[in-house]
């Protein structure tokens, strides 16, 4: 029997993870069996067996696969040498996780990642190596956003009173809240953050100038 490609085992692969995600949507996580994702990926129950020991060894991979791919979505905005004002940054990181949240392949473009993105954060308190890589990610995400933020401060956009963690921090919540939100309302808007930053830190500006 001919070896298939590894281009081709990491399409299955994919695909197995994409039914997961579907049934994670469609079922809730804690209900979705290894049953459910055999039959919504097509694929006969060895070959899935093959690619995965079972469901918590798919879920796991789900997670770390999205903090892999958002940590790559994101890179180019971090290494861009121009990041903008900080309602431009906000708006470049939110549609860099929208765009992401349909990154999928035929059938499965169709898929919404944000509430499985939610699903997979609550998953990884209960397995301590998921939580670690995806501890591990955050705290990367908020490390590239501090020589961001020493920018803005040396511009004077940013006061220089406050630490540059701190506003990394605040960065890191409103990505991570605006994924909640859209998850949890449908309704979260990219444009809206970025007005809403934009008219925030304008306020800010025409105050310490009066």
């Known amino acids: 029997m001919p070896r298939i490609s590894e281009e081709r085992r990491e399409a299955r692969r994919e695909q197995i993870l994409d039914a997961a995600r579907a049934c994670i949507l469609e079922h809730g996580l804690e209900a979705v069996s290894m049953e459910m994702i055999i039959a919504h990926s097509g694929l006969s129950t060895g070959a899935v067996y093959r690619y995965f020991k079972g469901k918590d060894d798919i879920i796991g991979a789900s997670v770390m696969a999205a903090t892999q791919e958002i940590g790559e979505a994101v890179a180019p905005i971090f290494d861009d040498p121009e990041p903008g004002s900080p309602a431009q940054l906000i708006e470049k990181l939110l549609s860099a996780w929208t765009t992401y949240s349909r990154s999928g392949v035929g059938a499965a473009a169709e898929l919404d990642r944000m509430p499985v993105a939610v699903h997979g954060w609550s998953y990884s308190q209960t397995d301590p190596n998921l939580h670690l890589a995806l501890k591990t990610g955050l705290e990367g ?58 008219a925030l830190c304008n306020s800010q500006l025409n105050s310490k100038l009066a």
């Not at 949890?184 to 953050?193: E, F, I, K, S």
């Open 141 to 198: 995400f908020r490390a590239q956003c501090v020589p961001i933020v020493e920018r803005w401060q040396g511009e004077g956009v940013v006061a220089t009173d406050v630490a540059p963690q701190a506003v990394a921090q605040l960065i890191l919540s409103i990505s991570l809240g605006f994924v909640a939100q859209r998850a949890l309302t449908g309704d979260a808007d990219v444009r809206a953050h970025e007005e809403a930053m934009f």
